[in-house]
């Protein structure tokens, strides 16, 4: 097993730029999150989906767009990026047992917007 | 307001000293709770997770949850140079909703 597995690990954009972070658990879980986490500012919760075929924001969706296309994969879409959204942005899964659950997390994608 | 709230530090404590990490969160209706730690440039990894009152031991580690004040802490006995780190404390509420604190650095000097 793979567990959560986020690609690309680093990207490079330029302002106005577009992109889509893949991720993806081979876990069976039912929850995904998307994460971005910057200097002294800890995790902060971009989006979120409960199950398959919903989703919803979490602190900071603004400039962000979210696909989860199938219960395995869950996208992150930059339509227009900015250099505000330079990050390190974290993938987590949990599962569906209950909500004693943690979540997994993937090894991070370093984003740079210049 | 921020749903977890964390002192930033930096916190510095001795080798084999306590150190005690701190947490507070809103209100809302909350499940359960959790520290993690992470190592510069990696993933969080999760150390222990509480969700009831009262206190919680794993070795070195212990969790203490009090409801009514809407607080978590974390204590760690016997510190040690490799548990130099930034600790998040984590909440989970209602809705599969999961908030991070901004974390708090730890060194431990040798």
């Known amino acids: 097993n793979a567990g959560v597995t986020q690609t690309p690990k680093f990207q490079v954009l330029k302002t106005g730029q577009s992109m889509t972070l893949q991720c993806a658990q081979d876990m069976n879980h039912n929850s995904m999150y998307w994460y971005r986490q910057d200097p002294g500012m800890g995790l902060r919760l971009i989006y979120y989906s409960a199950s398959e075929g919903t989703t ?38 949990r599962p569906p047992e209950g909500w004693y659950e943690k979540l997994f997390f993937g090894s991070g994608t370093q984003l740079s917007v210049l | 307001q921020k749903e977890v709230e964390q002192n930033s530090g930096p916190l510095s404590v001795p080798e084999g000293a306590i150190a005690s990490l701190n947490c507070t969160y809103s209100d809302r209706v909350s499940q359960s709770f959790f520290w993690y730690r992470q190592y510069s440039g990696k993933s969080p990894e999760l150390i222990m997770s509480i969700y009831s009152n009262g206190d919680k031991e794993d070795g070195r580690f212990t969790a203490q949850l009090n409801k009514a004040s809407q607080y978590v802490s974390l204590l760690i006995r016997d510190s040690q140079p490799s548990d130099s780190a930034t600790y998040l404390c984590a909440v989970s509420f209602t809705g599969n909703q999961f908030y991070f604190g901004t974390g708090t650095s730890l060194t431990v000097i040798p």
């Open chain 1, 56 to 93: 919803d924001k979490g602190e900071v969706p603004n400039g962000y767009n979210v696909s989860r296309l199938n219960k395995r994969e869950f996208s992150l879409r930059l339509e227009s990026a900015a250099p505000s959204q330079t990050s390190v942005y974290f993938c987590a899964s």
